[in-house]
């Protein structure tokens, strides 16, 4: 069983090393794609099919870009050492919510916090990656036209701190519920909600390499409410 343990370990090991160069080696070519056609784009008449044409492809290569450095980011969750210290909830919400102003005030949208005066012992970087992108799918996945509204929420009970964001969406299936944070599920076209699916996978992972749990309670059209449980 060690053997075999250890053998795992190595396998893993070599399959990480490998993703790791090839997601590096992906980049230049997209680098390339995207450099040529924003220079033949600059050249382009305006309004005419080849400049739509390369409108798609400048938009493809961005996409694939974004999806090799979220491939990155999402591989080195854990592989650095956990550096648990107390912090103060507020101060971590307070810095999403900076980070995510630009997109507060585009989508005319309202974020209310409440109970959040509580320290926790928790690694600052996966708390805030984990909450940022709670409040991101909270901003983004409502209706048209429909302003956000976002609650967060926290208790504390028996030593476990529970933080909820609770918001007006779309809502989401019980059957949809069971899978959302496995790595690349998207529930939506990009056409008509951006994303390459790793948001919530990351949201689960930096939760539980915390030694905590993550959660949600929807339904179709009566919002979300996504919970973090951590002691």
């Known amino acids: 069983a060690r053997r075999l343990s250890g053998a795992l370990q190595r396998r893993n090991a070599d399959l990480e090393a490998f993703l790791h160069a090839m997601t590096h080696e992906l980049r230049a070519p997209l680098r390339v794609i995207r450099s040529f056609a924003e220079e033949l784009q600059a050249v382009a008449s305006p309004g005419d099919e080849v400049q739509h044409c390369l409108s798609r492809i400048i938009t493809a290569a961005a996409q694939a870009q974004d999806l090799i450095t979220s491939l990155l980011n999402f591989g080195r969750l854990g592989h650095d050492a956990l ?14 919510q900076r980070h995510l102003q630009g997109e507060t005030w585009a989508r005319d949208a309202r974020i209310s916090v409440r109970g959040d005066h509580v320290v926790l012992c928790a690694e600052p970087t996966l708390l805030k990656l984990a909450l940022t992108n709670l409040l991101e799918n909270a901003l983004t996945f409502v209706a048209p036209g429909v302003s956000p ?30 899978r959302l944070f496995a790595p690349f599920v998207r529930l939506h076209g990009v056409e008509e909600y951006p994303g390459i699916g790793l948001g919530l996978a990351s949201v689960r992972k930096a939760i539980e390499l915390m030694g905590g749990h993550v959660g949600v309670t929807s339904a179709p059209g009566a919002g979300s409410t996504f919970w973090i449980e951590l002691s």
């Open 149 to 178: 509204h976002v609650a967060v929420t926290v208790t504390v009970a028996q030593g476990v701190c529970r933080i909820e964001v609770t918001d007006n969406g779309i809502g989401i299936t019980v059957e949809d519920q069971a």
């Open 83 to 96: 550096r648990r210290r107390p912090i103060a909830l507020r101060s971590v919400l307070a810095s999403c």
